[in-house]
């Protein structure tokens, strides 16, 4: 609950969207609290509400239950002390750097004259002395993310909130930003008095931030929170910001779960229909390798996203991906290949399709897929009734990318293919794909 101290206050947020007759949950039950002088970052994986909390607290966005307290009076409508920094750069192209950062002040009501100075001052702050006069297609990623900070700025924001703002730069340019933000809120060189970010960088989260909110999704809780008591400039390479990643990366990756509960039910069935994770098995193939090549068959998590090239997101997602097919364990931020993993990781490419194959005929989404293309005459299935069924348990977006990773699964094991020229999905047979009426008798087989 909130209180006198809090900058900004979230009581008991709902966020309910409805596909049908059925209610789904972006964000079920988020209380939470941001006070001054506070580095606040929101981690968690794709679709937990994490962009769907910063529309919500800068007015963007009503939630659908709940209430959001500004300095104790309740939010309504967009909120004047608030503003936001996308991760794509949202510039105006035909504007110079000068005029983008001017169209803020102006929508504010100063002065030209006024509007001038505060514009040079903000871009001399930000590092862009000299750029004025450019356009944003003269300008790197990272300078023109620069304008970007300086536009949200102009309007001395109390609470700045920040969307993946790094996410769409080059590494060494989000680098060199994350420090100059840092060097601008630890010198109060800039007017804000709390930060929110949003990030799937556990590192750049640990980095920034004083505090970190850990969520999750299906629906978007807030699990836990942990207190970042780091002195900056912050080590990268220090023991105790390591220990603080790996247990970040442990909330996140949780730990494996019976093997019912963790396959969940088919759509239409009792209990929960878990959705897949949207990755790709030849991606999942070269974890298990990068893992198998560990002593003891066993990884910290955290330290295979800098391995792999990847970001934690996409990491989280082949965790769970291996969880599902039985091919690891996760416990205490740590992978461990099963003895199937480990068989997995050293058979030959037609072995993995094999083992593979036995796996996913297990998952109740493909089962379920499957089934309904045994029960059709011609065995295939138009992908909008498909997409129509499933999106009595998922929301249209979901159910969309649940067929996509479920294309690629059943590509790769040849259980099922698609065509995707007439969107229809079909049993392998004899590998060939089957006649399509008014095709002349050819078949399109995609594999």
């Known amino acids: 609950m909130a209180t006198n101290g809090d900058l900004l206050a979230l009581e008991h947020v709902n966020q309910v969207y409805t596909s049908g007759e ?3 949950f972006a964000i079920q039950d988020v209380s939470l609290a941001l006070r001054e002088g506070e580095f606040v970052t929101l981690v968690g994986p794709s679709g937990c509400g994490k962009s769907t909390l910063l529309r919500i607290i800068t007015g963007l966005q009503r939630p659908s239950e709940g209430r959001v307290l500004y300095r104790g009076q309740p939010l309504r409508g967009i909120n004047p002390h608030a503003t936001i920094v996308f991760q794509t750069f949202a510039l105006f192209p035909w504007l110079t750097v000068l005029q983008n950062v001017d169209v803020a002040l102006k929508a504010r009501g100063l002065p030209p004259t006024l509007r001038t100075a505060r514009a040079l001052d903000l871009l001399d702050r930000v590092g862009l002395d000299g750029f004025e006069g450019a356009y944003p297609r003269e300008l790197s990623g990272g300078m023109r993310q620069k304008v970007g900070f300086a536009r949200a700025m102009a309007v001395d924001p ?73 002195h900056h400039p912050r080590q990268r390479k220090a023991p105790e910001f390591l220990e603080m990643v790996d247990r970040v990366y442990a909330t996140l990756a949780g730990q494996t779960e019976p093997e019912h509960i963790e396959l969940g039910s088919a759509p239409g ?31 910290d998590i955290y330290r295979l996203a800098e391995e792999l090239g990847i970001d934690s997101d996409h990491l989280l997602r082949l965790t769970e991906a291996a969880e599902l097919l039985g091919f690891a364990t996760i416990t205490g931020g740590d992978i461990a290949l099963t ?32 089934s309904m293309l045994q029960a059709t005459h011609e065995k295939r299935l138009e992908r909008g009734v498909a997409q129509t069924a499933l999106e009595l348990d998922f929301p249209p977006e979901v159910a969309a990318r649940q067929l996509e990773t479920i294309v690629d699964w059943g590509r790769y094991t040849e259980l099922l293919a698609y065509d995707d020229t007439r969107d229809y999905f079909y049993l392998e047979a004899a590998g060939a794909a089957p006649t399509i009426p008014g095709n002349s008798g050819t078949a399109v087989h995609e594999k």
Do not use: Y
């Open 22 to 24: 059925r209610p789904f």
């Open 158 to 230: 109390e609470l700045l909130c920040l969307d993946e703002p790094f996410s769409a730069l080059d590494v060494l340019s989000a680098e060199a930003l994350r420090g100059e933000l840092l060097e601008l809120w630890t010198t109060g060189k800039i007017p804000t008095r709390a930060i929110l970010m949003v990030t799937h960088n556990i590192e750049e989260a640990v980095f920034m931030a004083d505090r970190i909110v850990v969520m999750q999704k299906d629906p978007g809780l807030v699990v836990t929170e942990r207190q970042v008591h780091l």
């Open 269 to 299: 069935e009792p209990g929960r229909t878990r959705p897949l994770p949207h990755t790709t098995i030849t991606d999942l193939a070269g974890l298990l390798e990068q893992v198998a090549n560990k002593p003891g068959d066993r990884a």
């Open 339 to 370: 003895p199937l993993g480990e068989t997995f990781a050293e058979a030959s490419i037609l072995a993995r399709k094999e083992i593979c194959a036995t796996r996913i005929r297990r998952v109740p989404l493909v089962r379920w897929l499957l």
